[in-house]
């Protein structure tokens, strides 16, 4: 009988042996089929025999669900699903589910980004490459006492907050759709902004969550605050944080995510002394990676199974599986 297909896109990403180490299982109950194609005959070919999708460097759009008759859900291989029509998978009956194994590193991130710009590690590294002793005028501050305000108190959020809450820090959190309990205090946006001296993002990017910090919104900032992002570039207007960092209207930014992936060599922040900037590549550790692996394997199974994943994302999905025989598995 045949075996159950996964299709796998960016095939670039596979180093040789990476699926052989990670993904025995589905080596041995799948047809893994691996594919640099982004649009034409050839993807749609792949497509009409997929039963489950693994989207990476992918947008998995409306048209692209549509050309997949067979298919039953799509595992992404991270946290984030905005590369994924989700309204259109759940009116298709499609599972979507994500594999969040990197909440441990983006929140370790997120406080190494707070530490380097509370004690202005770049100015420190650029003084000893000069061989500049230090002065009167060079210091940093610390965590202690400050006051955090973390914007979407997801798993990433919340285990920021308790990391902070280690420092010493006050946590504040804004979130309409989670309760932070006994780890921070909750308020609006605006009197998160207004409070914090660091302001950390953690949302997913949607139609809602796109650009939610803006002009106004850094108005509101102290100017000896720094801003945090380690979610999604498109939660901030970039437009409008290079101009409050030229303005001094805030002190400050760490970012490891940008609206345009990856930055581009003209992008005035990374020419900004007091901008740490890195390219979407601060939650690459080893132990992520394989938990990610892990997650996105199990997802896989528990479909071809047809059990709803762990992580389900679009749980009110009236499964086509449900209605269907399961798909072969042996």
Request: glycine share 8%; aromatic share 6%.
């Amino acid at each position: 009988m045949a075996r159950p297909v996964v299709l796998l896109t960016g095939k670039e990403y596979y180093q040789p042996g990476w699926i052989e180490e990670h993904w025995p299982l589905l080596l041995e109950r799948c047809d893994l089929r691996l594919t640099d194609e982004r649009s034409g005959p050839a993807l749609e070919a792949l497509l009409a025999e997929a039963d489950v999708i693994l989207p990476r460097r992918f947008k998995t759009t409306r048209q692209v669900l549509e050309a997949a008759p067979r298919l039953r859900g799509i595992v992404t291989p991270g946290v984030g699903v905005e590369t994924v029509d989700v309204a259109a998978a759940t009116e298709l009956g499609i599972v979507l589910a994500n594999s969040p194994g990197n909440i441990i590193t983006v929140a370790e991130s997120t406080i190494l980004l707070m530490l380097a710009l509370a004690k202005d590690l770049v100015g420190w590294m650029q003084a000893a490459r000069e061989s500049r002793a230090p002065d009167s005028g060079m210091h940093g501050i610390e965590l202690y006492q400050k006051t955090l305000g973390v914007v979407g108190f997801g798993r990433i959020g919340r285990y920021a907050a308790g990391l902070a809450r280690a420092f010493g820090m006050t946590v504040l959190a804004y979130d309409p759709y989670a309760d932070p309990g006994d780890l921070a205090e909750r308020v609006s946006l605006d009197e998160l902004l207004r409070r914090s001296d660091f302001v950390s993002v953690h949302v997913v990017l949607t139609p809602e969550t796109r650009h939610m910090i803006g002009a106004e919104q850094l108005k509101l900032m102290k100017p000896t605050a720094c801003l945090i992002n380690t979610s999604r570039g498109g939660a901030i207007d970039e437009a409008a944080l290079i101009e409050a960092l030229r303005a001094g209207t805030i002190a400050g930014a760490g970012l490891d995510v940008f609206e345009v992936e990856p930055p581009e060599r003209d992008n005035p922040l990374l020419a900004m002394p007091n901008v740490i900037g890195t390219p979407h590549g601060l939650s690459h550790a080893e132990e992520s990676f394989r938990r990610c692996a892990d997650l996105a394997q199990q997802s896989i199974l528990s479909l071809i199974e047809g059990r709803l994943p762990e992580y389900t994302v679009n749980r009110s999905v009236q499964w086509r599986a449900l209605q269907e025989a399961p798909i072969p598995s042996t």
